[in-house]
């Protein structure tokens, strides 16, 4: 049931961009760099000042790549009703995020869409959140 | 009936009469000035005038149906959402912000509101780097709050940050001598059922994360910054909270913006989450850090 919550979450806050709890999104992430990936979870960091969880990435050439993204707060997530165990190691997701700033392979993971069609918003903003561009 | 009237003689029936409807008379006239007062009632509830909107609070509030403390103040003893603005613009970011349409002037040759941009992130947004929101931001951050209070203390814990204000109520000065801090030196004290929480002793610093939304104008109060915070229940599950910033050295004038924190009593079985933002902050000033 946590998790329908969740879920509807995403349906209303779907493509807004993630806001960031302690620091702004701009100084990390590059709004005009959206990223949408597929793989499979390898680690998930269920920490402060935000979530991280890691996604190997298989490329055209057929060349895995571990990328990393970051979600809202435990806290937020939690209070959100999001348990800590939304996302594990060997699920296949699609996020959706704009990637860092330093062109490393690491993005903002503000929506996660599993293959039965369920997305889970991970970002750290409740409801004041604006539009993507 | 009749055995009643039996005793009593001719003449005294005579009188009997006259003394009932005198009586019927006199109950109506009393009765009159109620019937006039729910008359009028009726016809103010019709135009919308109820007691909540004509004196700024519910007749709840007004009453006892406000949580109080055994001493009888107002007990704010709880869980809640964090502060929320009544108006204003919204912030691309998760926390409260203050409405720029209430800004007065600025002080002609004071101190910069906004602070500019040096290409340096520890100082464009020194946030990134765990660096403390202070008050007021850290207070209007996105995150629950619990307040604890006793007769001589009220205790205010934020998530975020974990930011902690411990706000003497005993009637006691603010401290002497203090270097300029991030949260201030506060006391409290009441007047009726509201608690005015008096601030100052700030250090230069963010007042807000309108940054979020505009780099450029980072919102800066000095270190004559000095706020006033009013706390009153507006219902039994709404607190009114008010922040009156004072900063001479920025504002011509004082000038206040109204919130409200919403009682959230099912939060407090979870409680407050831990917050150590040097746990894992990984991307600090923009240079993600390895895997």
């Known amino acids: ?133 | 009936m009749r055995k009643l009237f039996a005793s009593v003689n001719v003449k005294d029936q005579a009188l009997e009469r006259p003394v009932k409807r005198a009586k019927l008379a006199r109950i109506l006239w009393l009765s009159l000035p109620v019937c006039g007062v729910f008359l009028a009632a009726l016809a103010l509830g019709s135009l919308g005038w109820t007691p909540e909107n004509v004196y700024g609070q519910s007749s709840a509030a007004a009453g006892k149906e406000i949580p109080r403390t055994a001493d009888g103040k107002p007990d704010f003893n709880g869980i809640y959402e964090w502060p929320k603005a009544l108006s204003g613009e919204m912030c691309k970011c998760s926390a409260t912000i203050f409405d720029k349409t209430r800004f007065p002037p600025l002080k002609p040759g004071g101190e910069p509101f906004f602070e500019p941009r040096t290409g340096d992130p520890r100082h464009d947004e020194p946030r990134d780097f765990c660096m403390p929101a202070g008050f007021p931001a850290g207070m209007l951050s996105a995150n629950a709050l619990q307040i604890s209070q006793t007769k001589n203390y009220m205790v205010i814990v934020h998530e975020f940050q974990r930011m902690t204000r411990i706000i003497p109520l005993d009637g006691r000065p603010h401290r002497e001598g203090l270097e300029p801090t991030y949260y201030g030196d506060s006391v409290g004290h009441w007047e009726g059922d509201t608690l005015v929480v008096d601030t100052t002793e700030f250090k230069r610093w963010q007042l807000d994360d309108y940054f979020y939304t505009n780099p450029k104008e980072y919102r800066m109060h000095s270190d004559a910054f000095h706020t006033i915070e009013r706390m009153r229940w507006k219902d039994p599950t709404t607190v009114a909270y008010q922040i009156t910033i004072d900063d001479p050295k920025i504002f011509t004038t004082s000038w206040s913006q109204d919130f409200e924190m919403k009682a959230k009593p099912d939060w407090d079985k979870a409680g407050l989450y831990e917050y150590v933002c040097e746990e894992n902050n990984r991307c600090p000033g923009g240079k993600c850090q390895g895997q």
């Open chain 1, 1 to 133: 049931m946590r998790l329908r919550a969740f879920f509807l979450s995403a349906v209303i806050l779907s493509g807004a961009i993630p806001a960031m709890a302690h620091h702004s999104f701009t100084a990390e992430f590059d709004e005009s760099k959206p990223v949408k990936m597929t793989g499979t979870v390898t680690k998930v960091e269920w920490q402060n000042p935000h979530i991280w969880f890691f996604v190997d990435v298989k490329g055209d050439d057929g060349r895995v790549t571990n990328w990393g993204f970051a979600g809202g707060a435990p806290g937020q997530l939690m209070r959100r009703g999001i348990p800590r165990d939304s996302i594990k190691p060997g699920m296949t997701v699609i996020v959706e995020g704009f990637r860092a700033k330093d062109g490393s392979n690491n993005a903002s993971g503000g929506k996660v869409t599993f293959p039965d069609g369920r997305s889970v918003f991970t970002a750290g903003s409740e409801d004041q959140v604006p539009k993507a561009k």
